[in-house]
């Protein structure tokens, strides 16, 4: 359990925003595989101010069972107060500010992991955002844009000092994109230097990463990404380990084709078959990593166009692993 402002997180597992994988299927995935709080993907403030219907959508998180922190990202104070007002009253619970995009066609913009090169635009945006709305706001940041800029620090202190109530940290300068290793010194050296909660975030593959990080940082939780596509188990692997001490057992190849199909079907609810299958192709693949076959089964997933094919070409290969 962990607090963030005026809200407990019932536990220390966190889901990381992903665009185009923590949709509200993802989300619902998430939580059902144990996240005490679930990340939406980045929303654009332009695309909810503009009142555009596929940012709506993807800021719709009204009825959501869990905990759901709605992720903007935008560079004018203005603006993004306006669509976290919108936010608020569209029920997010809470309000995060991405800080870590390294995209360049969102860094052109001076979005994204570019606020962090400019300070007093960042006070003027937080300061903004936290006035005009009711719900605590968090923020995402990465380590600074390069090797000699960085200043995770003192955006971090900066952030504490508006009212920011967690950040969030992946600590590779934006300069580094995803190469490398998440340098979790930082988040270390963050979490003796901060009142407010840490979330390190960064190369946890398994659930004995995210033991590791909270025992060598002392962060408040861990933010998984990359680890849990087409892997939802880690989280609830997590949560048993960090919560309870236990190691849990690998997902048999049963439970990995029923949470595939779960998601599948998640997927469907929201969208519909024909996009849900054209969207779940990638996800199958991932399901499928590592698993004796993938490579050739990739194919068939690749060219499904129903539900029925793309578990055809997961049962195929689960079944074949079994042998
Ligand atoms: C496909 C993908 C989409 C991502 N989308 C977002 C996003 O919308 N907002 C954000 O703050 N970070 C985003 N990230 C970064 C992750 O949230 C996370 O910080 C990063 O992947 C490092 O954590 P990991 O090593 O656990 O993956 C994305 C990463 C990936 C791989």
């Known amino acids: 359990m962990f607090v963030i402002g005026n809200i407990v997180v019932p536990n220390r597992v966190v889901a990381a925003p992903l665009a185009g994988v923590t949709d509200r299927a993802g989300r619902e995935m998430a939580r059902l595989f144990g996240c005490?709080?679930?990340y939406t993907e980045m929303i654009s403030d332009m695309g909810l101010v503009y009142k555009q219907q596929r940012t709506l959508e993807m800021a719709e998180v009204a009825g959501e069972s869990g905990l759901v922190a709605v992720q903007l990202?935008?560079?004018?104070?203005q603006a993004m107060a306006k669509a976290a007002r919108m936010l608020?009253?569209?029920?997010?619970q809470l309000i995060d500010i991405n800080m870590g995009c390294p995209t360049p066609k969102i860094v052109r913009n001076g979005e994204g992991a570019a606020l962090m090169k400019d300070p007093a635009l960042t006070r003027d945006l937080l300061r903004a955002v936290i006035d005009?709305?009711?719900?605590?706001?968090?923020?995402?940041?990465r380590k600074g844009w390069d090797e000699n800029s960085i200043n995770y620090m003192e955006i971090a202190l900066l952030a504490e000092a508006e009212g920011v109530k967690a950040v969030a940290l992946h600590p590779r300068t934006r300069q580094e994109f995803f190469s490398g290793y998440s340098d979790w010194n930082a988040i270390k050296n963050l979490k003796a230097h901060l009142n407010i909660p840490v979330i390190g975030n960064g190369d946890i593959w398994c659930a004995a990463d995210a033991l590791r990080m909270i025992e060598q940082t002392g962060c408040d939780a861990v933010m998984i990404g990359r680890g849990a596509m087409g892997n939802p188990f880690?989280?609830?692997e997590a949560v048993a380990l960090l919560e309870k001490g236990q190691a849990l057992p690998d997902p048999t190849l049963a439970e990995r084709y029923q949470a595939a199909q779960l998601h599948l079907d998640l997927v469907i609810q929201y969208k519909g078959e024909r996009v849900a299958v054209r969207e779940m192709r990638k996800h199958f693949a991932w399901y499928c990593k590592g698993l004796r076959g993938a490579t050739r089964v990739r194919t068939a997933i690749n060219q499904a166009v129903s539900r029925d094919e793309l578990l055809a070409a997961l049962a195929s290969i689960t079944i074949q692993a079994d042998n």
């Open 88 to 92: 608020n009253k569209m029920g997010a």
């Open 36 to 38: 005490g709080l679930v």
């Open 234 to 236: 880690i989280y609830r």
């Open 73 to 77: 990202f935008g560079s004018k104070p």
């Open 132 to 141: 005009a709305v009711q719900v605590p706001v968090t923020v995402k940041l």
